[in-house]
């Protein structure tokens, strides 16, 4: 046998073994492609005010996520579709993030009907989406995908009513509310809770979004003589000129507000520094306080998170609201890593249907289910006085 050629031939041969064990080693090396989230958020039009909100949240989100290595080992690349709080301009923005974009998954968006436009889209491509909207006609069957992170307006109006009863002994009771998906579906919630404890419905209004003078509606309403306003809103500016309407009608109207009417902070300044004395709320338990109580490290720890992200937005932020988007990527996270890795909408689903009890966020003691996607029940919410605040934004208990 030729000694040259069979050592060219060994050398050949260990050339092709250590490119081998090179290359695959190169292969294990590789960084894994990054999970592309998409976040749907209003940044501009009516809603700009909530957005800011998100986008802190969302943002902040994917940048701690990210520093502790990622969902199942692979960094987020975040990237984010202003639907400038219109329908139509969330389905453009749906279809781009899907299949331009091509992410794999979707927090938003805010309002509900900008939410069930966008359903088709994502249930087309099996996204699994995490929002923060509120109406009962999200159910698995119209988003077999989707999860809401906002209490659905079923709950609140159950808790509304209930306090306007035992708290306020009202006999009856007007409504008043914006014209959004969700507002329309409280508003009917609502009236079956009063007929159902004996509460005489005195009148129901219906404002446009972002209205500033609510005196035709206020004017229609008291003719009724109501106990008590049950006000369905979605932020704090509507909160504040539906009270600044009222208190130029000299209406001293007892309020029993929604969680949008928590908002305290553009109610305050539209409607002045009394504009809250004859105001309760819907609150998250977990964003309340009795003054005995001292506050919980997890929210002091987020705060001061928020506080250090974006110092110069920080005391315009309402934290409460401002958590949910946050704990939204972090309930994503949770199942795709509860699934081994898997981004596709029935895996996603599945896991957060059977799981979702066990999430431990800033919001605990979610409740998803087959049955309903809405991660948040009535047995999470609580009655507060929007104004009377911690730092933070935690906001007292009724009844403390």
């Known amino acids: 046998m030729n000694h040259d050629k069979s050592s060219r031939r060994v050398a050949f041969c260990s050339g092709v073994v250590v490119f081998g064990l090179a290359a695959a080693a190169a292969v294990a090396q590789a960084p894994r492609p990054p999970i592309k989230v998409g976040a749907m958020i209003p940044l501009t039009g009516g809603g700009a005010t909530v957005g800011e909100s998100g986008q ?3 943002q902040l989100a994917v940048r701690n996520i990210n520093a502790a290595g990622g969902i199942a080992g692979r960094q987020i690349q975040l990237v984010i579709g202003d639907y400038q709080t219109e329908a139509t301009v969330g389905v453009s923005e749906a279809k781009r993030l899907v299949f331009q974009e091509k992410i794999d998954l979707l927090i ?3 309002y ?3 939410t069930l436009a966008v359903l088709p889209i994502l249930n087309e491509a099996k996204i699994p989406s995490a929002n923060v909207s509120g109406s009962e006609k999200l159910t698995p069957e119209v988003g077999p995908y989707a999860f809401s992170m906002l209490s659905n307006a079923e709950a609140q109006s159950k808790v509304m009513v209930d306090y306007a009863m035992k708290g306020l002994k009202v006999q009856s009771a007007a409504i008043l509310s914006d014209s959004g998906a969700q507002a329309k579906t409280a508003v009917e919630a609502l009236k079956a809770e009063l007929a159902a404890r004996n509460i005489k419905l005195a009148g129901v209004q219906e404002y446009q979004y972002r209205q500033t003078d609510m005196t035709p509606q206020l004017l229609a309403l008291r003719r009724g003589n109501p106990d008590a306003i049950l006000l369905f809103t979605s932020n704090g500016e509507d909160t504040g000129n539906m009270i600044k309407s009222a208190n130029e009608l000299g209406w001293g109207v007892k ?4 969680f949008g009417a928590t908002f305290s902070g553009p109610a305050l300044k539209i409607a002045g520094k009394d504009a809250y004395k004859n105001v309760v709320a819907v609150n998250y338990r977990g964003f309340s306080y009795c003054p005995s109580e001292t506050t919980p ?15 110069e937005a920080f005391d315009r932020q309402p934290l409460a ?10 309930v994503l996270k949770a199942a795709v890593e509860g699934t081994g890795g898997k981004t596709d909408g029935p895996s996603v689903a599945a896991w957060l249907e059977a799981n979702s009890k066990s999430f431990r966020g800033i919001n605990s003691g979610l409740s998803a289910s087959k049955a309903t996607h809405f991660l948040v029940g009535q047995d999470a919410l609580t009655v507060v006085y929007p104004d009377r605040q911690r730092e933070g934004g935690l906001l007292e208990r009724v009844g403390c």
Do not use: R
Not at 255 to 258: A, K, L
Not at 297 to 311: C, E, G, L, Y
Not at 321 to 330: G, I
């Open 56 to 58: 802190i949240a969302v």
């Open 297 to 311: 490290k997890t929210f002091q720890d987020f705060v001061a998170s928020v506080k250090a992200f974006k110092p």
């Open 255 to 258: 309020v029993v507000g929604s």
């Open 112 to 114: 509900s009907q900008v």
């Open 321 to 330: 609201y401002l958590s949910l988007w946050y704990d939204a990527v972090y």
């Open 108 to 110: 938003g968006p805010t």
